[in-house]
């Protein structure tokens, strides 16, 4: 109580303290304590300033304009920050004075929210502020507003053309809308398997106001083409709709969503977790095609006030991080036409990982997690072996960037070494020293191939049966290899053939991808390395798209479906099935598919045209293919408690580096 009694020194002496002001010091602490575990805002006994208020913030209902009208009494702001959904702000005084004075006069100040309820400010100095994310955002590819693309007396007819009374859609469907309102006409939406049916348009087709109002934008060119599909919601206050993608086959690219009655703030995310949060003025259109339509969810949270720009001027797009610039608004009765285009033929987009008509590559469907070692055979060979024979050129192309930490271990090694590289790859080891004897193999005849085409020697063979005589190794290297071996016994008798391999005081270092890969933390530092990016980047993966199962999982990191809550449950696999990883974010299982996007021109036979890297996520015109590679990936300990199971070998090191746990082990 020492520190927190010393806070409030220039605010009263408290030796003398009455019941009510005990009570208040015990609140005011707790607010500092709760902002330091939970947010990391360290306040300071001695004035700044600057105060972080605690309960005044847009988090729990409190307005930009409530606030200032408070805090302008004690002095001139200089700032108030708000960051989005969070309870507190930060207000900053041009003079300590000033900060002081509110300090005092504010601090347990009870107020009435924007809500209505009762609360109580808590005031702390802060030597720093916390500015939030500030991230420039930009609108996701392929999304457009228009605004004011109706008048207002066409929302109005607009509005009472709707007869609610009639064909609403059946009681069930409706009660698990959360009792926001829905009308179909062209087709019914079918919300118990996210799809139209295709065959049995409704009668009437789309409200004749509506066509002629399709033609106009049509001809003034805001939209592609006429749409068949017309779904209204009414949003009331505090309603919403839960983050989803329109499932791909059911609908053509581009869907329109004229807000009518009120505005209201959409929010869009990207699969690697970046939201977008974007205002709909009322009487807008907004148009998403492309990436927007295919790959990013979109939702509203179900709220009775949205935090939206502070400041006057522009009205759609994007709500950005300004801290400065946020308040919160009001929600209105939103009323929504949403025009859509039955697809006819299977979706071709280039989102794999989220489009239901290419679940899966060549119609094959997601293989389940072997329960025998049969079945862990024929799971290596479809989603190892033969998928590294199709990618091998491409593959080869993103390999060139040997790994300082490997090249370390191997330049150290006696001259006149010994070395095997069982899983060489394209071989981008097998140059590296002079001084050194390797050879490598790899189950891929298609890399050995680059390996023969680069002057290396190599082989094929598979790594549980290396045909090269026992103890006659000085070193193996077994980079990214044995995270391929479907079963434990599996992955532990590689460990073993290398401990055969090599003579007595040899060693062997073994690389393998790590669950605990961050995808966010290690972003910034793969952002400023432009080489070899896609090497990089293969090991950031993952959100599971639903259905996520953990199989033997060690780690138990719990799994997070950002696609599938609510009414809409998109692209679901049952729990058997190995999840596939959309790339660059976390691992949510450690049995996986980590897809790979091939270029259909890329293919070792299909002519010798120079290879681009690709990204993961392809653009909406790469005509890529994706393949599926299946990975276990290793908790931290895991690779060494494998090791340990080895006969006649002591570990020497282990270690983390660039998204993979690793061990160097040495024969005894
Ligand atoms: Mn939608
Ligand atoms: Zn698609």
Redesign the pocket.
Known sequence: MAASSASIENYQSHSKLSKTEKKFLRKQTKARHTLLRHEGIESVSHATESLVIANGGLGNGVSRTQLLNIFERCGSVEALLMPPNKPYSFVRYRTKEESQKAYVALNGKEMVDDLGQNITLYLNFVEKVHWGDLRPSVLPPGLMIMEEIVSPEVEKILLESIDWTHNLVDENAQKSLKHRKVKHYGYEFRYDNNNVDKDKPLPGGLPDICNSILEKWLTEGHIKYIPDQLTINQYEPGQG?PP???THSAFEDE?I?LSLGAEIVMDFKHPDGHTVSVMLPQRSLLV?TGESRYLWT??ITPRKFDVIQASEGQKSGIITNDVGNLTLNKRGVRTSF?FRKVRRTPCDCSYHLVCDSQRCHQNETLPSFPENDKKASELEREYVHRVYEEIAEHFSSTRHTPWPQIVAFLKALPKGSVVADIGCGNGKYLGLSKDIYMVGCDRSQNLVEICGERQFEAFVCDALAVPIRSETCDACISIAVIHHFATAERRLATLQELARLLRPGGKALIYVWAMEQEYNKQKSKYLRESRDTKEKKEHLNSVVIPGTSSHNSVCSIPAINDLKDGD?NTNGVSNSKLPVHTNRTSFHSQDVLVPWHLKKDSRRDKGSEPLKPIPDLVGPHDPSTVFHRYYHVFCEGELEAACRMVNNISIEQSYYDQGNWCVIFKKL
């Open positions: 709709i989803h993608i329109d869907i969503s998403m979109h939702g949403t809409y």
